[in-house]
């Protein structure tokens, strides 16, 4: 199967600054795929470069088997949303929606019957005769999406699009996203900072550093078995544990990654350890604790007691809940 996206050792610096480094990856047809990594960790300029906003300074992109080097924006058969919505402010939400296809030379009755089924599909049925500034951010968000969905693009690029919205909202909205996208079929590639996003919606996730992919894989291989440091503790929360500890913990003298909610507490036995904290979550409440030299958080689920500061308790995990990890950087 032609893959619906491809990267061959494609590189991007600006100036000194070497933005993508020998970046390989494959996005199938119809997969919802996610790229995660801090603030300048290369993954908005690979979605420039699929998107054709930035060209690379080498290697081979390809969108569906075809070369997308040097293919202008407006020939590629891919959409943008991206997180400032982009939306014209004088014009209806309709117009908003059509002006993909009024670019293209579809005539106004054509294009506005696209614009309805288009705003139909994000549950905008009836906004078409309002504009931009009498709508919500969330609104506004399924407008973008409408509009770049009516090109009908065999790939949707999505540029932190939620990260305007208030946190109940940005949770509704992941999950509509994801519904839609397996509704139309459609590879969406979605860039986010925030592994939460990324871990409850994607198919795929590739985590950048430094220009890099580090590592790719389902949100479970990327959650229960992280291949680095950076990526154990960018990818949620977890125990980074090195070879001394591990020996002393009773496990083999490499690198691991232990994440917090496997940990649990027991009165005798176990590992013992020395509350140091407690942090009230919600729904969980997370402990740091002091274990021989060793600092570890534990998570605690809700209605467990939680013991003062000061208390020595003992900690207990299973053995398949440690990660070991040959690069530790």
């Known amino acids: 199967m032609t893959a619906a996206v491809s990267f061959s050792g494609v590189s991007r610096h600006f100036g000194k600054v070497q933005a993508v480094d020998r970046v390989d990856l494959v996005v199938e047809p119809g997969e919802f795929f996610a790229m995660l990594g801090p603030s300048g960790s290369g993954k908005t300029t690979c979605l420039r470069l699929i998107a054709g906003f930035e060209q690379p300074d080498s290697g081979h992109i390809e969108i569906f088997g075809e070369t997308a080097e040097g293919v202008p ?11 400032d919505y982009a939306l014209f402010p004088h014009f209806s939400i309709l117009d908003n929606v059509a002006y993909g296809l009024m670019v293209k030379g579809i005539g106004k009755a054509e294009r506005h019957r696209q614009a309805e089924e288009a705003l139909a ?27 770049a969905l009516v090109n009908r693009p065999r790939v949707l690029l999505l540029d932190e699009p939620l990260g305007a919205l208030d946190l109940k909202l940005r949770e509704s909205m992941q999950e509509e996203l994801k519904s839609l ?9 979605f860039v986010t900072h925030d592994q939460g996003e990324a871990l409850s919606m994607a198919d795929r996730v590739a985590v950048f ?17 992280p291949k680095t440091r950076f990526v154990a503790d960018f990818v949620g929360s977890s125990n980074v544990i090195d070879p001394d500890a591990m020996r002393y913990f009773g496990g083999e003298a490499r690198c691991a990654s232990l994440r917090p909610e496997a940990i649990s507490l027991v009165r005798d036995g176990g590992v013992r350890a020395h509350v140091r904290s407690a942090a009230f979550l919600g729904a969980a409440t997370r402990l740091g604790v002091t274990a021989g030299d060793v600092s570890l958080s534990v998570m605690l689920p809700a209605g467990q007691p939680v013991p003062e500061q000061g208390t020595e308790v003992g900690l207990t995990w299973a053995p398949g809940d440690v990660h070991y990890m040959d690069d530790a950087a």
């Open 73 to 83: 924006p407006y020939r590629r058969n891919v959409n943008t949303v991206f997180q």
């Open 121 to 147: 599909l994000v549950k905008l049925p009836d906004y078409g005769a309002r504009k931009p500034g009498q709508l919500s951010g969330g609104q506004r968000q399924r407008v973008a999406l409408a509009r």
């Open 181 to 189: 996208q397996r509704s139309l079929g459609i590879t969406f590639i």
């Open 209 to 225: 550093n430094k220009g890099r992919i580090v590592q790719a894989g389902t949100p479970q291989e990327i959650y229960n078995r």
